[in-house]
């Protein structure tokens, strides 16, 4: 195993930060770490907000399901999808009618999401620790008006960054032959692959929650796929101008 | 600059490939790599499909714009995003109707895509080299029905992975202050920074092109938004069960 690969496997999401401030420095590597990341067709379409105001991330943690960590962390990345800088690409040869297709709407998530990946390991390779943070996507419109977002920009996602102050254990993922397939994709292994992991996972909770929650994968699925929840994502994103035709 | 960031930062994709297959010892370590990826309440909602093949790796290559690199490179993955199995991990418990939202839509595509990052920079770390492969959204309906993915799965994109057999140079990325904003999205950037980008990425083609390829990032952006491809994508996805609601 190399350094990389070390980092890589040691990750854990941090939901508890100290105050101290990132350096100009590390903020620098990250954001040059992101810009590092593939992108389809060097399209590069995703924007970072950057948010350290107190009073931003006071609003934006309530709006994402009032997750204090938000509040905490010196800094709350918001990930977006972006459009609007092509049309600026654009706009010296010609005016560009950005395609509203499904297609563009996965090229920018997409390239977003690597980006971000790529941001988070180097944080963390600097000693920080992050989460990402869907719960923006609770309040869409809300957010993106805290932070100015206009047409052709959407926030895919938010990320906590800062110093740890807690020590999380890992979560147990999936056995490896449940998610990866040779040469066609195949069912086979699922029911006892499940089985396995719901076992471990149940272990896992109850030793993390201090042998009171009693769950598994399978409860925990059930319960989230259950809630139907952000089912107003389609309307916010055909407002901001992504029609997913 | 750490170990970590240095390899972050030496990203470039690879299109030629030595022959040399993996050794399932550094294909364990790139999908446990994967793994460890955030992924949204643990829905690890993604399938990888490995490709070795020779044959299938032709008809790949053959369906994802005729790029040769997939026929030569010793392993092709295809990333899908999967709700399949979230249904297998519910069926213990009851039935559920898996919501085809927009919402779960992105959950499952970023999700493949972070597990997808780790994998890249594990290669890397590795001494091989990655290229993504959009191509395979061309004809996805075709590429689902080599690796036989079913309805709940779609492919999101390829990735060739395989020992370097050439030494590409990096292309240069917008200027950071473009895609970085602080506290709020801004566009006040723009017009300069593209203008910028347009001269170091043109001095780039000439000299990559042997001095023979003019052009510049506003006219391949140009170029490539005028090109509306890949239409086709969201009758695709609906037939496959994610509907875009």
Not at 220 to 232: F, I, P, Q
Request: glycine share 4%; hydrophobic share 35%.
């Amino acid at each position: 195993m190399n350094p990389v690969i070390e980092q890589l496997k040691l990750h854990r999401s941090i939901r508890k930060y100290k105050p101290d401030a990132l350096s100009d420095e590390h903020l620098q590597s990250i954001l040059e770490s992101a810009q590092k990341a593939s992108t389809s067709s060097n399209m590069q379409a995703y924007s970072i907000v950057g948010v350290t105001d107190p009073e931003a991330k006071k609003r934006l943690a309530h709006l994402a399901a009032d997750q204090q960590f938000i509040e905490e962390c010196p800094l709350f990345l918001i990930w977006c999808a972006d459009l609007l800088r092509l049309q600026h690409a654009c706009a010296p040869i010609e005016e560009v009618d950005i395609p509203s297709t499904s297609e563009i709407f996965i090229i920018a998530t997409v390239d977003t999401a690597l980006a971000a990946q790529n941001a988070s390991i180097a944080a963390e390779s600097l000693g920080l620790g992050v989460v990402y943070v869907g719960g923006i996507r609770n309040n869409p419109k809300e957010v993106s008006e805290v932070i100015g977002l206009p047409k052709l920009v959407y926030p895919v996602f938010g990320m906590c960054v800062g110093y740890p102050d807690q020590e999380p254990t890992q979560r147990p993922r999936l056995p490896l032959e449940v998610v990866y397939h040779k040469e066609t994709y195949s069912t086979n292994t699922y029911t006892q692959g499940i089985e396995d992991y719901n076992r471990s996972l149940s272990e896992f909770m109850l030793t993390r929650a201090g042998g009171t929650r009693d769950s598994n994968w399978s409860k925990e699925m059930v319960r989230r796929l259950n809630s139907r929840h952000r089912t107003h994502m389609r309307e916010f994103l055909a407002e901001q101008g992504f029609e997913l035709n």
